[in-house]
């Protein structure tokens, strides 16, 4: 076991957190029904989260040159990141950046529409995203997982159909059996 953490681990790191700061909220506010709030902060979410990714697996990645461009950020990753290839993303979420844009700024032509899939194709596309990454390491989401009843915990698990996928991937430390 190496005792060092590579500046490329430490980086996927800080983004996750980020990330996951985010998705969390995006989960609550869909559920509250608070759908424009929702639809910003899973945007949010998955792009620092595909950033991250990339982070991870190309050393060369400047997460500020691709500014909002989910649709390269989704393309990149598929060519980066290792067994990738088949990841998707529902289109609803970067489509005329609607969710960046439209979720905050409101404008007499665009509707923000989001659809009953929501909550599962976050889920989904989030856990994915964590999945093409082997380092999960003193997380946000590591710690969320771990033994110990959080509210984030109670958050991230309701209706949350990854997360035995989550779990497997993230494999957080258990003391004493639990």
Request: with cysteine.
């Amino acid at each position: 076991m190496r005792n060092v953490i590579a500046e490329h681990e430490r980086s996927y790191i800080i983004w996750q957190n980020r990330a996951f700061w985010f998705y969390v909220p995006a989960r609550l506010l869909y559920r509250r029904e608070h759908y424009s709030a929702a639809a910003f902060c899973a945007v949010q979410a998955i792009e620092t989260l595909l950033k991250a990714t990339l982070i991870y697996w190309d050393r060369s990645f400047q997460p500020q040159a691709i500014g909002h461009r989910m649709a390269r950020l989704v393309s990149a990753v598929r060519n980066k990141a290792k067994n990738a290839r088949g990841f998707e993303l529902p289109r609803y979420f970067f489509h005329e950046q609607r969710y960046q844009r439209t979720s905050r700024y409101p404008t007499g032509s665009q509707g923000l529409g989001v659809p009953a899939t929501f909550l599962p194709d976050l889920d989904r596309a989030f856990a994915e995203l964590i999945q093409l990454v082997p380092f999960q390491f003193n997380s946000a989401l590591f710690r969320a997982l771990g033994p110990r009843r959080t509210v984030a915990l109670l958050d991230l698990r309701r209706a949350n159909q990854q997360m035995p996928a989550l779990r497997a991937h993230v494999r957080p430390r258990r003391r004493n059996g639990v």
